[in-house]
């Protein structure tokens, strides 16, 4: 390579040209770099020698180039052992979750809270590991730090110090959410004009309450104490903030703490927020109806009253949703009548009808104005017939083998289709207990298939609200992938502190994950959590003393957008040591 200057009349320009040979075997030259004007080298190499400083560059990236085409050959000898504890393969994974790290700006968070404590470990490597682990080979901490050493860097932090940096970042955990919030928008716009919430629990491997553990509604049945989380994500899923609350919290009371969280340390305030119905309380309602704030709700029509219960399920006055019209998401003009439709035809098609309605709370006397919208779906029926008659051939099983037992009235289960009688016909008391179909549930429940509510104050049209309503997915996606990919539950540790720093490390963990996910993702094949996480976790490499990383793993359509996502590959033949640290160099920019 060199270096060549193009004169004008008022200035001079420098690049690095390299010569090459073409296809056609004839010898040409291409400019690789423009470094500027002699302003410009001043400002770069400065003012001493910005000529000599340019050179040098030049012929830095020369000896760079001849050094990643130059032939490795590796001698073996069958007949030398190998060294006693040698570690010889290490993981490269990770490189591609440090460079999101750094992107976010956790390294010098970190920096900050070590300036402000002044611990004697570096938080930064401590956390750092904890997330690429947690993504990686997920554990716990003392089994973190174990795996963390199978890293081309590894950790040189001992255990004690991993609990005590959990401690600390506990203290700091609203800050380091808001700081990592704010480095995000550097990255680009963030979808939050829209925001998801929803509340998920986490098991203990413990059976004492204490704390944040406590005994509550278990997602997963289980009789373990639990600890609550309420995640709020943008309409991109990208993770926004958590909170972390006992296991016996009302759900519908953890909304209000954390959207004044966002409030007053993320300076979000005109927001849209989304729930599903478990946490669509009309408190919660009113909080959102003020200021610039809205809400988008699920609204179960069970809870609905009389005479609203029958207007969403007449049949009558309904139109169809048209998500692909010219200007958008539109409505037909035309009504149609459910019983008069077939189907089969319309299976896939969409109905909706609405109305405003007011609501007026029974403790605060205040009233709510909101619109009630309601879709119908042939294919949503036909789900729900078919869950209920698995359910009730279950129940069929329960009565027959008579252990009905204590009946049940959670919505999936069976013995909600069970009733008990203990009375004769004379109702008279009957010592013994008969238990037989519940018909009239069932007649009930089966009104209702087909039918969705929800509830909103936003002006927008209605295929618009439905839309955004039917992004609460990305939400659960995200508890999916903490609880299976992640292996965040059960929680092994005691102290609160480290129980809400768990959960942090999942939170920034997931963070890294989507910010990767999103530029694996951004052309063509969209690839799997699974299939992303897999592939990190099989990027390994064989160290060849004094020459540098053979790869070991497969190279894949996931492994090239990878590496085209992060500006740099590490599936050559060898990655030579002066170009892998090259690498590790780039990731921390």
């Known amino acids: 390579m060199n270096l060549i200057v193009s004169k004008s009349k008022n200035s001079a320009t420098y690049y690095v040209q390299k010569s090459f040979r073409s296809e056609t075997g004839k010898t040409t030259t291409k400019v690789v770099e423009r470094l500027g004007t002699l302003k410009e080298l001043i400002a770069r190499f400065g003012e001493e020698d910005p000529l000599g400083a340019a050179r040098k560059y030049v012929a830095e990236l020369t000896a760079a180039e001849k050094e990643s085409r130059r032939k490795i050959i590796i001698e073996y000898n069958p007949s030398i052992l190998i060294k006693k504890d040698d570690q010889r393969i290490f993981n490269g994974g990770y490189l591609f979750l440090q460079k999101a790290y750094h992107e976010l700006g956790l390294d010098k968070i970190c920096k900050k809270i070590e300036k402000k404590h002044k611990?004697?470990?570096?938080?930064?490597e401590i956390l750092s590991m904890l997330l690429y682990a947690r993504v990686l080979h997920p554990g716990s901490k003392r089994s973190s730090l174990e795996d963390a050493r199978r890293f081309i860097e590894q950790p040189k932090a001992d255990i004690h110090q991993v609990y005590r940096a959990l401690s600390l970042l506990a203290k700091e955990m609203d800050d380091i959410q808001a700081a990592v919030y704010r480095n995000s928008l550097k990255l680009g716009k963030r979808s939050d004009s829209v925001i998801y919430y929803d509340c998920t629990n986490y098991y203990f491997e413990s059976e004492e309450e204490s704390g944040l553990r406590q005994y509550g509604h278990s997602k997963e049945n289980?009789?373990?104490?639990?600890?609550?989380?309420?995640?709020?994500?943008?309409?991109?899923?990208?993770?926004?903030?958590?909170?972390?609350?006992?296991?016996?919290?009302?759900?519908?009371?953890?909304?209000?703490?954390?959207?004044?969280?966002?409030?007053?340390?993320?300076?979000?305030?005109?927001?849209?927020?989304?729930?599903?119905?478990?946490?669509?309380?009309?408190?919660?309602?009113?909080?959102?109806?003020?200021?610039?704030?809205?809400?988008?709700?699920?609204?179960?029509?069970?809870?609905?009253?009389?005479?609203?219960?029958?207007?969403?399920?007449?049949?009558?006055?309904?139109?169809?949703?048209?998500?692909?019209?010219?200007?958008?998401?539109?409505?037909?003009?035309?009504?149609?009548?459910?019983?008069?439709?077939?189907?089969?035809?319309?299976?896939?098609?969409l109905f909706c009808r609405e109305r405003w309605i007011k609501t007026r709370l029974s403790k605060t006397g205040e009233e709510l104005e909101q619109r009630l919208i309601v879709t119908f779906s042939f294919k949503y029926r036909g789900y729900l017939r078919h869950a209920r008659e698995k359910q009730i051939a279950k129940a069929k099983e329960i009565i027959d083998k008579g252990a009905a037992g204590k009946l049940g009235k959670s919505q999936n289960d069976p013995k909600r289709f069970i009733k008990q009688e203990s009375c004769t016909e004379d109702g008279e008391f009957a010592g013994i207990k008969a238990f037989s179909l519940n018909q009239e549930m069932i007649d009930q429940e089966a009104r209702f298939d087909g039918f969705y509510g929800i509830c909103t104050d936003l002006d927008d049209t209605a295929p618009e609200i439905i839309k955004v309503n039917g992004g609460r997915w990305i939400i659960e996606d995200c508890f999916r992938i903490t609880k299976t990919e992640f292996e965040a539950r059960p929680v092994f540790l005691q102290r609160d502190d480290r129980i809400k720093a768990h959960f942090l490390t999942c939170f920034l963990a997931l963070l890294l994950y989507k910010y990767l996910e999103k530029k694996v993702n951004r052309g063509g094949r969209r690839f799997s959590p699974a299939e992303i996480i897999d592939t990190l976790q099989d990027m390994n490499f064989i160290a060849v003393s004094g020459e540098g990383y053979v790869p070991t793993y497969t190279r894949t359509d996931v492994t090239n957008n990878l590496h085209g996502s992060a500006g740099f590959r590490t599936d050559t033949q060898i990655v030579s040591k002066q170009t892998m640290k090259k690498i590790i160099k780039s990731t921390k920019n």
Not at 119 to 124: F, G, P, T, V
Not at 256 to 277: A, H, M, Q, W, Y
């Open 119 to 124: 611990n004697e470990y570096d938080l930064n």
């Open 222 to 349: 289980r009789p373990n104490p639990i600890v609550q989380m309420g995640l709020f994500t943008d309409k991109d899923g990208i993770p926004l903030a958590f909170c972390v609350n006992p296991g016996n919290t009302a759900e519908t009371t953890t909304l209000k703490p954390l959207e004044d969280k966002l409030r007053e340390k993320f300076g979000i305030s005109k927001v849209v927020v989304c729930t599903d119905g478990g946490l669509a309380s009309y408190e919660n309602r009113l909080n959102d109806h003020v200021g610039e704030r809205a809400f988008i709700t699920v609204q179960s029509l069970k809870k609905l009253e009389g005479h609203l219960q029958d207007w969403a399920l007449q049949a009558t006055g309904w139109r169809l949703v048209d998500f692909k019209g010219k200007n958008g998401p539109e409505l037909s003009e035309k009504e149609y009548d459910l019983t008069q439709l077939d189907p089969q035809e319309y299976a896939d098609a």
